[in-house]
């Protein structure tokens, strides 16, 4: 095998909270997390030539050791003295600084692809290992299903994905810095932390609006005081019919939950004559399990 070519899927959550800052800085978290149909294309090919080099279609993202997915080649190349070269093509469509793992999907996709390319054997946990030193949510994108998210990313325990719905994604045209974010989060008695359990037991139910009536995020506190449009796509989005919506990540991408096909191409459009945000899409969940069912027919 010379070429691999793989889909880096880009996640929501359904929940997101922030437990308390660890003494080193880091943020403990508990977070419900779906991987949704919208995927980047990741093609990478061995070369003669060593080192290793990358294309993006878009033209403000680096291609240098800046990029985490350089970064994920470089630290398994490193590491297993792999001397042939390797050319990574990122076709992006998941919207970058957004909060949808964009470019940790495209890292934990290199890793992936590096490893069976390279014949490295290296088991799903190990893999794991390498992601989690190069950003909190690529152990995720590696697990690829629905998991609540524990620790500082790193512990992982897949649950029941959301039940197959129409969701609209919808990025106003600002990019937000996770890592601001994070630092300015004040956590106090008046916090309002969403209910993660509830959220879990309602997936395992596959209760859609036992899920949908627990959306929250405690990073919207931080992000929306900045970002006001956030809100009002929010809104926006549950006036043209969506169960619930809310932001994802550190923001500022907004994902609405429909029960309704009409209803979401509606919102789409409703969404688009706008002017609120920049990149819109209309998905659903990605559900592995689905996948391996009609893999195995």
């Known amino acids: 095998m010379n070429t691999i070519r793989l ?22 978290v508990r977070m419900v997390m779906q991987m949704l149909q919208l995927y980047d ?41 792999i001397k042939k070269g390797v050319k990574i093509d990122i076709d992006k469509h998941i919207p970058v600084a957004a ?24 088991r799903p946990e190990e893999l794991r290992e390498y992601g989690v030193k190069l950003g909190a949510d690529v152990p ?6 629905t998991a609540l998210s524990e620790g500082i990313g790193e512990i992982l325990t897949p649950v029941a994905p959301l039940p197959n ?5 919808a990025k106003p045209p600002i990019s937000v810095s996770t890592k601001h974010v994070y630092e ?20 395992e139910r596959q209760d859609l609006y036992g899920v949908t009536g627990r959306l929250g995020n405690v990073l919207e506190t931080v992000t929306v ?9 929010k809104e926006r989005m549950i006036a043209s019919g969506a169960v619930n919506a809310l932001m994802s990540g550190s923001g500022p991408t907004v994902f609405g939950i ?20 920049r990149q819109i899409y209309l998905t659903r969940p990605f559900n592995q399990m689905d996948v391996k069912k009609c893999a195995n027919r």
Request: proline fraction near 4%; hydrophobic fraction near 40%.
């Open 225 to 233: 005081s900045e970002y006001p449009v956030i809100i009002r796509i």
């Open 41 to 81: 294309q990741i093609c990478i090919e061995k070369t003669a030539e060593p080192g290793i080099r990358i294309h993006t279609n878009l033209s403000f993202l680096p291609t240098d050791e800046r990029n985490i997915a350089y970064k994920a080649a470089k630290v398994l190349m490193d590491a297993y003295q």
């Open 184 to 203: 300015r989060l004040r956590l106090d008695e008046n916090t309002v932390h969403p209910d993660i359990d509830g959220i879990v037991e309602a997936l």
């Open 258 to 277: 429909f029960d309704d096909e009409k209803k979401a191409e509606k919102a789409y459009e409703d969404m688009r004559a706008s002017g609120l945000a």
């Open 7 to 28: 889909k880096a899927r880009a996640k929501i959550n359904l929940g997101l909270d922030v437990v308390r800052r660890r003494p080193d800085g880091y943020h403990e």
């Open 165 to 169: 719905c129409p969701i609209l994604i």
């Open 99 to 122: 909060g949808m793992a964009g470019g940790s999907t495209d890292c934990a996709a290199v890793l992936y692809g590096i490893n069976r390319l390279f014949r490295l054997g290296l």
């Open 140 to 145: 995720y994108c590696l697990l690829r299903q």
